[in-house]
């Protein structure tokens, strides 16, 4: 029989030793049709002058299927001897069960004293509810006793729930305490509670109900003690990690530097991961710093705990140091960059603009002020000041030289991918000799692609910093150096031109695809299909784009006031005439995207042969995407039986792995191992790109393409919201898009740098909590301006 939460509450009075519950008055509308005078005086008589709330106790909340939760009215913070308020609020909650109810004569109304002074309130459940997983989770808020209910406003924690006390702050273990008082006297089924916490931790309970999201919802076959064996795991990774770093309490990151959360994901696959880590952050991300004069790093940038991926923070310091630094400041720049970024774990995605000091521009000088505050002295000031000022001014003297070298290196990476390519194509290859190939391509992309783009990617990261500082300095207003940014002519601003052809009948679909057939929404993803594979809706979104694209030429053609360019050039003081300074601000700019745009055709290439050598052994690619690229080498020259069963049974143990592992919650940001096991989800900082308000429908691409529909998705005129946007997604910029939003990504990441290209008003990396919000709405307006998104208009 279902139970209102009036008489759940009523249950539970005077029975909880862990907790406790206010006083209870229950009225019906029968009560307030009938006789309203004499029940309202009622209430009065009861709480006297007290402040109470008039909570809505409906037959339709709270049950196993739903629970309705926040549907109905509550009224907070009214006088128990004013009756007109009383009476108002009471027809108000049940003017809102009339929405979905003829006769409301039974339905109750809950009037309780309003609780006191409170530190916390909220909503706490037994379990996660997407995934059924064995963790406490704490929705709350520090100043309002409804805003997580009524869908408002919360912060979140996560709990194991074999957590222990000295693991937890202690206003949240009186909570897990009364929590599992009650689930004791409610076995059956999982709690959804809501509570408050005053300073002095005692915790009331307001409401007790079913948690109907996990009873209807995702059932697995993973074990909570599979879980709490895979945190501890967890945690002797983590150990593993500072041991190998000689490090104490190492802080990783999902998203700094290399962001791997923004290009594949917080829970990719072994392959995923092992081509990222293979080609990019073992190795090559330094070889391409290093040579422009940044310091030689030992060991991997990337690790992973559970499923993923992490960057370390002190190799990406230490990385992103100029070589001349000399020990002894190195040692204090790392300290003092730990505690900026501990003093605000948020500033994670942002290093380089908000921890960091990796090259100079217009505001390096009063940054590095800063340094003053904690020890340093004004030699060492100036000592930094004079790496970073010769490090940025000899990238900008060379930065046509090594362009060029690098532009070699390309070619000489395109010539071994088009033989390997021309092999493949032209003859039944066996799987060993497709091993092969595979294996050359990776290390061509090593020695030829990926430590040329990591160079070009950093020295598009100087530009960019100057070319914000300009406006800081007050060369050049915010809109200026947008609408330079958009000037900027880059392969997305190419792609998208080829689409209006392709659109237009200009161009064929097989010479579209041998320009961008090998992108893949996942570039580093076996199971995504490549562009050539997949259909476009050609009469879809081509409207506004070309809309887009009329204003962004108008655009090309007002270039940044060179008068005022000299003027700050002057004042910088960089060995560079104008034109060459000119041209490195933009050109580097265009040369981080086509560097990753070629890289990316070899990568794909690999991924092919991979799916053959898959098809050939009759091995699915969604399956070989649980190999590791090492299962691939090391296999190179045996026997094409012996490979089968050996990745057959490589593939049976990573699964289950990985599916074990994927019921993990972890952070964004770990410098203890504590985290593993009580998790702190932080209210993200977007990166806002732009000066734009937009208003407009919300569509998730995510849930589309996981719907496995047969063409792209029709974005035009709306604002696209994704997890994560590697290259593959740059489709999007030829719909016609109003505005983007991602869960994942930096102030410098792949998909902030297009948006501002082409003007797209745009909060990349917003983290959970906000992303949790936009993902529930229809209609949002996201204001670049002010910082701001908002439900609906």
Known sequence: MKISKADMLCKLYGRLTKSRVEDILIITGKDMKDQARETVRGISDRFGSRMIVVRSSSSNEDGMTESNAGHYESILNIRADDEYAVNTAIERVLDSYRVDLENVDDEQVLIQPQVGEISYSGVIFSREIKRDRPYYVITYDVDSTDAVTSGSGGKTVYILRNAEADSVPKHWWVLIEAMRELEGMFPDYPLDVEFAIDPHNVVTIFQLRPLAASINGFRTDVTDEEVFDAVRKAESQYAAIDDQLRDRNTILSDMAFWNPAEIIGENPHPLDYSLYKEIITSSAWNQGLSYIGYKEVDGDLMYKIGNKPYISLKQSFLGLMPDDVDSRLEQKLLAYYDEKLLADPTAHDKIEFEVVFSDYDFATEDKLAELGKYGFTRAEIEDMSDSLFNLTNNVICNFKRNRMKDLRSLNGLRVHRENIRGNWLMADNDVVTLIQYFVQLIESIKHYGTPKFARQARLAFISKSISRSLVYKGYFTDKEIDDFMMSIYTVASEYDSDFQDLVDGRITRVTFDEKYGHLRSGTYDITCETYAQRQFDLSKGSAAARRQRQAIEELKHNPLDLVK?????????????????????????????????????????????????????????????????????????????????????????????????????????????????????????????????????????????????????????????????????????????????????????????????????????????????????????????????????
């Open 565 to 793: 360019l000299m003027d700050a050039l002057d004042d910088i003081g960089f060995y560079v005439n104008i034109r060459d300074f000119v041209d490195f601000l933009k050109d580097s700019m265009e040369e981080r995207e086509f560097f990753k745009f070629e890289f990316t055709k070899t990568l794909s290439l690999a991924i092919d042969i991979l799916i053959d050598i898959g098809n050939k052994l009759g091995i699915s690619k969604e399956d070989m995407a649980y190999l590791d690229v090492s299962d691939i080498q090391v296999l190179v020259n045996r026997p094409t039986a012996d490979i089968k069963n050996e990745w057959e049974k490589i593939i049976a143990a990573n699964k289950n792995i990985y599916h074990t592992n994927s019921m993990l919650i972890l952070p964004d940001v770990i410098y203890n191992s504590s985290q593993l096991s009580y998790i702190e989800i932080w209210e993200a900082r977007p990166n806002f790109i732009t000066s734009e308000c937009v208003t407009g429908e919300v569509i998730l691409l995510e849930n589309y393409e996981q719907e496995d529909h047969e063409d792209i998705a029709d974005v035009a005129d709306k604002i696209v919201v994704l997890p994560k946007a590697d290259p593959g997604y740059d489709w999007i910029f030829a719909k016609g898009i109003r505005g983007f939003i991602t869960k994942y990504g930096g102030v410098a990441s792949h998909m902030a740098i297009r948006c501002a290209e082409f003007n797209i008003p745009a909060a990349i990396g917003c983290g959970d909590c906000i992303y949790n919000f936009v993902e529930k709405q229809h209609m949002i307006t996201l204001d670049c301006k002010n910082g701001r998104i908002q439900k609906g208009e």
